[in-house]
């Protein structure tokens, strides 16, 4: 009989009675069948055993269909028929929702039993309600995968037990994740186990989910001991002075006699350095330009400046704080694109009143004849800029629906740098 009521019609009948069942918790309502063809018709009169024959649509109650197979050969009720027909347990949406928060409950059960330490343990008992820093990224992880996201979890418990139990012991991070997992690369903030931590962390040092910098991640990090790469963080620069009595004078003194850059390392802005106080520093967002400056200046007269190669490192940002607190003025140029204002913009909102535009108005920009058409949907975004220093600026570029780039107008930035002018040498010989 099973093969019988194999046919498309039945195949229509019971997977509606299945949905039924699971959303009304039980033997409740009736399904509907629409658009039945006369084989349809003679099939479900033969099964009913009514005549249901020119009737394209009809309406039947889940108790009807029951009846039906408790008087079949079958001799059992709709709810075991389907299991059989579909050889898989029929649980009810209510039944299927007390199955996961009994899950979900036993998930953080495991954890709870692991955790040793109370702000651990607190950090869990949010979770669990929906509440803690981290629910989200957590609930991702447990629906795509629950295994993996116990062993991920379990393993943030246990490193912020670590962190409770020993304050003040600076670990550096791939060191950390080694010991955890053998991978020193398990606590990048790429991976899911990185992220975790990192909202552990924020319930741990009682911060706000609100800074998602780089910039901000690193100091969370290290604000709870865990110490990152500081080495590969780096910032280029060339020209920058430092007060004689500095210890590390003569390598500045040496390099800019010289015309030379330096490549500074986050490890190395992290011990005092006495910068000589309200100098001129220029920054370019592009290497191809601070390397021009170098090219055709010269070396004993260099111009304090910084090459950010983009968006600014750590090490980059660093510096700059470094250099406004010592009271210089930030001269920055960037790319007339989305990015480059992007970048000019937070700059400009970090150093207020030591922020200044170097050639970076609507008035250089409108001067290059050349550039790259802006796409619609770059187009979009540049009209949620608001340049601060150039209220005109985002209407020209909108206007002519052209980015331009620091190479196109090189020959005015290195000529801002006094006021004469210097003859633009793109090689030398």
């Known amino acids: 009989m099973l093969d019988y009521l194999r046919q498309p019609c039945f195949e229509k009948l019971f997977s509606l009675a299945r949905k039924k069942i699971q959303s009304l918790n039980g033997l409740r309502g009736a399904v509907t069948l629409d658009n039945l063809s006369p084989v349809d018709q003679d099939l479900i009169s033969g099964f009913l055993g009514k005549n249901c024959l020119g009737r394209t649509r009809l309406k039947i109650p889940l108790l009807e269909i029951d009846e039906v197979l408790k008087n079949s050969p079958l001799e059992m009720g709709l709810y075991p028929f389907l299991e059989l027909y579909f050889n898989e347990r029929i649980l009810t949406n209510q039944e299927i929702s007390a199955t996961r928060e009994h899950r979900w409950a036993q ?219 010592a009271g210089c003025i930030i001269y920055y140029s960037g790319d007339f694109d989305l990015k480059g204002l992007e970048i000019a913009i937070r700059l400009a909102q970090r150093y207020k009143q030591n922020f200044r535009p170097w050639c970076y108005d609507n008035e250089t920009y409108l001067r290059v004849p050349h550039g790259k058409p802006a796409a619609a949907n770059q187009i979009n975004n540049l009209r949620k800029l608001d340049v601060p220093w150039d209220k005109q600026l985002v209407h020209r570029m909108l206007e002519r629906k052209l980015f331009v780039y620091q190479e196109s107008f090189i020959d005015k930035l290195i000529n801002q740098f006094n006021n004469r002018h210097l003859k633009l040498a793109i090689t030398k010989g």
């Open 107 to 325: 998930f953080f059960a495991q954890l709870q039993e692991q955790a040793q330490t109370p702000v651990t343990q607190d950090w869990l008992a949010q979770l669990w309600q929906g509440t803690g820093s981290g629910y989200r990224t957590l609930l991702a992880l447990y629906q795509d995968n629950p295994q993996a996201a116990l062993d991920e979890a379990s393993i943030c418990v246990k490193a912020l037990d670590y962190l409770a139990t020993h304050p003040g012991e600076n670990l550096r991070i791939p060191v950390f994740a080694a010991k955890l997992t053998g991978d020193p690369h398990a606590l990048d903030l790429e991976n899911s186990l990185g992220r975790l931590l990192y909202y552990g962390l924020l319930h741990f040092l009682d911060k706000p989910e609100t800074d998602y910098t780089a910039e901000g991640k690193r100091t969370l990090f290290r604000e709870a001991g865990l110490l990152d790469d500081d080495v590969s963080s780096n910032v280029l620069v060339a020209g920058l002075r430092v007060c004689q009595d500095d210890p590390r004078f003569t390598i500045f003194d040496v390099a800019n006699a010289t015309g030379s850059p330096l490549i500074l390392p986050l490890r190395f802005l992290a011990m005092p350095t006495r910068w000589q106080p309200g100098q001129k520093v220029y920054m370019t967002e592009n290497p191809a330009v601070f390397s021009t400056v170098l090219d055709v200046y010269p070396a004993t007269s260099l111009p304090p400046i910084i090459c950010g190669s983009g968006q600014p490192s750590v090490a980059a940002l660093t510096l700059l704080d470094q250099l406004v607190q």
